[in-house]
Nanobody
Framework: QVQLVESGGGSVQAGGSLRLSCAAS???????????MGWFRQAPGKEREGVAAIENSGDSTYYADSVKGRFTISQDNAKNMVYLQMDSLKPEDTAMYYCAAGRIFGPVSNAMISGRFYNYWGQGTQVAVSS
């Protein structure tokens, strides 16, 4: 059984940084080909947004335009961890952040918009950025 547990959220002032962590278990059950882990966020009253994703080998990544140059996704496969380093945070980054995993078929950009193929989700960690 795959489980994803996020941590690292909190409150920070604009311009500050946070690092989110996602601890994954049960991934050995999943075919690693086309396997991606991603971060999504959802603010109250807004649609879910795919923020960043990383392919299992680490060779490919995806970033939403809204976070390019500010957020960095990374992974430690030996520890089954995925991280989201968030720098230069803005109030509009305030949201619940979710870690997700799945085998992606087709453009990852489409999967990040729809959430399709992401079969496993964590419970989320809250990020609040004040101005």
């Amino acid at each position: 059984q795959v489980q994803l547990v996020e941590s690292g959220g909190g409150s920070v002032q604009a311009g500050g940084s946070l690092r989110l962590s996602c601890a994954a278990s049960g991934l050995t059950l999943i075919n690693p080909i086309n396997f991606w882990m991603g971060w999504f966020r959802q603010a109250p009253g807004k649609e879910r947004e795919g923020v960043a994703a990383i392919e299992n080998s680490g060779d490919s990544t995806y970033y939403a335009d809204s976070v390019k140059g500010r957020f960095t996704i990374s992974q430690d496969n030996a520890k089954n961890m995925v991280y989201l380093q968030m720098d230069s945070l803005k109030p509009e980054d305030t949201a619940m952040y979710y870690c997700a995993a799945g085998r992606i078929f087709g453009p990852v950009s489409n999967a990040m918009i729809s959430g399709r193929f992401y079969n496993y989700w964590g419970q989320g960690t809250q990020v609040a950025v004040s101005s």
